[in-house]
């Protein structure tokens, strides 16, 4: 996990050394996540329902041509889901650091501006935990029976934003393109889906 970490953080210092002769902007990012895993057992879709979480994080806003930028961030962001699975009740409750690269374009008056963004995001487990039957327990990652979920996920985002004199408010969908069960020998499918909804301020704002 700490190795993760490393990795992560590694890759956020890159980013914020990219292109120093861009006019990059940072800016920070606080949401509520509606989440849920989608479950497949033997190919039968398994009803879950969708828990509250949180983000927060903050993105490096680099200006391409015209009104295209790229968004690359990171965040921390809680997921999971409650479901039954053979008459037992569950509830997944992972936490990943997740490094999103967005591809932005915006359009509108200096005032209101609406934005249109979409790109993978690259997740990996960090915390979180599990309660089954009533009892808790910290999330185990890893590819095995004794694993709760694998650590690592990719996946797409896509959604819109408005900027409003430099406060944006973001809606977004993210899908989980990986299978994160620990065993897939037994026929289990498990990937994240994620409503998201946000706020976020430039720590500068240029008219």
Excluded: C
């Amino acid at each position: 996990m700490k190795n993760n970490i490393k990795y992560v953080l590694t890759i956020f210092l890159a980013i914020a050394l990219t292109d120093l002769h861009a006019q990059v902007v940072p800016k920070y990012i606080f949401g509520l996540n509606l989440s849920s895993i989608e479950l497949k057992n033997k190919g039968i879709n398994t009803k879950t329902e969708t828990p509250m979480g949180i983000h927060f994080g903050g993105y490096f806003e680099v200006p391409l041509k015209d009104n295209f930028s790229l968004e690359p961030g990171i965040l921390f962001s809680a997921k999971g889901s409650n479901f039954k699975l053979d008459s037992v009740e569950l509830s997944l409750a992972p936490i990943y650091i997740e490094v999103p690269v967005l591809a932005v374009y915006s359009f509108g008056s200096d005032a209101i501006k609406i934005s249109l963004f979409a790109g993978p995001y690259f997740a990996f487990g960090v915390g979180g935990y599990k309660i089954e039957s009533g009892v808790m327990r910290n999330m185990s990652f890893g590819s095995g029976e004794n694993n709760d979920l694998k650590p690592f996920d990719i996946g797409f985002n896509f959604g819109t934003g408005i900027n409003i004199k430099g406060l944006l408010i973001y809606a977004q969908y993210g899908i989980g393109l990986s299978n994160i069960a620990p065993v897939t020998l037994s026929d289990i499918e498990m990937k994240n889906r994620v409503i998201g909804i946000s706020i976020s301020s430039s720590f500068a704002y240029n008219y």
